[in-house]
């Protein structure tokens, strides 16, 4: 990757990020997992942690089938060219609600992902998630995410 990113190259790692909230929400699973490399390492934090797209989009399904509406939105992300491809960091606001589409979670944090330029398109090879608010629907409980509190 050159010192600078292209607008093109620009275009198609947001496309990459919007595909992978698209896929969870609209539970298009091969989509979701075209947004990783085999051997990707998604670290979601207290959430989980998986190596390569199977684990990983084998992990959503199972996780947000069951569910009833979810908005996973990310945005105001922030992309710099790198030695290996793109780096970015984006929000992540993500509303996970239960089947009765009453009860459920909404998280908001950010993603710092590591983005390369495969014979299939970009994809993320590396993404760390880090949660900074988890409330409960409908009532607004904060969750605390501080393990040493």
């Known amino acids: 990757m050159t010192a600078e990113l292209t607008t ?3 275009l198609a790692v947001l496309d990459v990020l919007v595909r992978y909230a698209g896929g969870i929400d609209g539970r298009d699973w091969e989509a979701l997992r075209s947004c990783f490399t085999d051997d990707c390492d998604a670290d979601y934090g207290l959430i989980g942690h998986w190596y390569g797209s199977d684990e990983i ?3 959503m399904r ?3 089938e069951p569910c009833g509406h979810t908005l996973h939105r990310i945005t105001n992300s922030a992309l710099s060219p790198s030695p290996g491809g793109v780096t970015a960091r984006s929000y992540v606001d993500a509303l996970v609600l239960a089947a009765d589409n009453r009860t459920g ?3 908001r944090g950010y993603y710092d992902d590591e983005l390369v330029e495969t014979g299939e398109g970009w994809k993320i090879a590396r993404r760390r998630f880090t949660m900074v608010l988890l ?7 904060v969750i605390d995410l501080d393990p040493t509190a």
Do not use: F, K
């Open 8 to 10: 093109e190259a620009r």
């Open 57 to 59: 989009t084998e992990w």
């Open 62 to 64: 199972v996780a947000h």
């Open 105 to 107: 979670s909404h998280a």
């Open 135 to 141: 409330q409960l629907v409908p009532d607004g409980t």
